[in-house]
């Protein structure tokens, strides 16, 4: 039996639940309009580890802990973790699984980790492939610099479209069938993003790389299930932040889709304020994924918010590429939220 | 309905069939003992790009349209496509997806993605949320060395334990459905690896690094499934090469698993020949992507070989991990392929 609509949309006819999550953050996003719905808060950028990787996936492993414990459970009850993260061979969620030992299925879609993450899982969990997993990612700000721009000793200055690597992780527990019972969140649809490149090569400018992306795969998800802003109380972007927020209206109104601005919610313009001066506004994996299990996850559990597309974007470019001359690909996936009745 | 069968492995009920592959591999590996089986062979290590980056992704597009044709498809008739790559940001796959147009999951396994791609994929196929996918993924000697160890302009020498890094590409179409209906090879399980780490910390020693992982996910696909080496014509590994794979035979002699030696196919050990002085043996994603499209799903399909147990091993260090002084972790993820009566 065929479960696809359209071009790129898949439905969850059986309706995984979501029945955890747990969001990890350092202190820069700890001092934000969100900072008090966090779970926890690394006492510093070490994270009482030698390195910065270390201190990284040291918070992606407690995120996960922290996921498994919300429910009742133990690491050892997770039958799949889907994980990455922005490093060089996804390091954080590799020796992160290592130490956790649930059943791994590494991936990188740089920032658009989240939702790729949860659409796979989403998949796997409604199909009776797995009856509990964990979607996690991460990322942090001292990692992030030193491996795509430049290590924090130099003291580099800003340009004003950057965007400042946000410093957390979320991990979401997906459960199938009987595991799902409990569950306030359920996924229905998912819609696979294709990778878009309008041409965009300024590495500094990320978001302006990942609209194009971002506006294909809502403007198909919409197309494939025949709705529109309207069916959604939000539409949450993952960190595109002002510039590229801008840009995706302007790409959807080419597209004939209408945006009702409030209804737009990019991780990346909300998780810092303007005092922060943090540019053009957070990105990184960890981005969508704690602002997601911070503050989505409990608005829909609540019933406060019914129904969101929600979307992580990513830019697949590396340093290498940058200093090849290509320009800059993005994709987003996106998955459907939905409140479920107690 | 659960699908799963022991701690890790699912059965794939609706057996998803395999309809079409394609490969591609360098001058060095078309010169080894199986070079007259792939299907295309680069013209010389720059593949008529500027670069190697731009050579190897060329190779991945190349073998997924490929792919596509031969099952009389184009790449827009394909609906997802999992891939990766060994590359920081896995750009070969990224700009791939962004020529190819094709929705896409990135995944990083290192010389896993194979076998990752298509335990994901399968389960994607079984249960009707794709009826047309492809899994693949590449590697290229040049842009590994860069990456990973030094510039080939340094002229470095190599150690004994070495692994020559694999410039191939190997694509595999997944049908569910209908779309299935003339397949000669279907998928029947999936067993999704931990990740497993024993302490070794020579990077040039990757066979070592992967055999534990490769290990853990035979004996465990063997107890969930209650089965014996004696069940499958062949149990083909990725890339362990001389020394891992004379390893893994020790660790399952440890767990009590016998080995016919016979039935253990390592493509790295194959896919060159002692006069190729590649030391221990080939390695990389394209490794046993390559073979797998150049010999193990051709003898399947012909019913030569009756069901195998196919398994591409992963080392998920980074050179920043090395030198900070962390030790390897392994992964390994299997899939049971069965020659399927016309």
Request: aromatic fraction near 4%.
């Amino acid at each position: 039996m065929s479960r696809r609509l359209g071009s790129q949309t898949v439905v969850l006819g059986n309706r995984p639940g979501i029945i955890s999550w747990a969001s990890i953050v350092g202190q820069k996003e700890h001092e934000g309009p969100y900072g008090g719905k966090f779970d926890q808060v690394l006492p510093d950028e070490l994270n009482g580890e030698q390195s910065f990787e270390s201190a990284e996936r040291a918070m992606l492993e407690s995120a996960v802990t922290l996921c498994a414990q919300k429910s009742g459970r133990q690491p050892s009850d997770v039958q799949m973790l889907l994980s990455g993260d922005l490093l060089n061979q996804i390091i954080s969620a590799g020796y992160a699984a290592r130490n956790l030992a649930i059943p791994f299925y590494g991936l990188y879609g740089a920032c658009s980790t989240m939702s790729e993450s949860l659409s796979l899982g989403s998949m796997i969990a409604d199909g009776g492939y797995a009856d509990i997993l964990i979607c996690a990612t991460c990322s942090h700000f001292c990692t992030a610099e030193r491996q795509y721009r430049a290590p924090l000793e130099l003291g580099n200055q800003r340009t004003p479209t950057a965007q400042w690597t946000v410093t957390g992780s979320g991990a979401v527990m997906v459960a199938g069938g009987a595991a799902a019972g409990s569950a306030k969140v359920e996924l229905t649809h998912t819609t696979c993003g294709r990778v878009i490149d309008l041409g965009i090569s300024d590495a500094n400018n990320m978001g302006a790389a990942m609209a194009p992306a971002a506006a294909d795969t809502i403007a198909t998800h919409m197309h494939d299930t025949g709705r529109s802003f309207a069916d959604y109380d939000l539409v949450v972007t993952g960190d595109l932040g002002h510039l590229g927020r801008d840009l995706l209206i302007e790409l959807l109104g080419q597209k004939k889709v209408s945006v009702p601005e409030a209804k737009l919610f990019d991780c990346g313009c909300e998780i810092f304020e303007a005092r922060q001066d943090t540019h053009a506004g957070g990105s990184g994996c960890g981005c969508a994924a704690s602002m997601l299990c911070a503050h989505i996850l409990p608005e829909l559990a609540s019933g406060h918010l019914r129904r969101v597309l929600f979307m992580a974007t990513g830019a697949l470019l590396s340093p290498t590429t940058t200093m090849q001359g290509e320009s800059i690909p993005g994709v987003a996936h996106a998955v459907v939220l939905e409140h479920r009745e107690g």
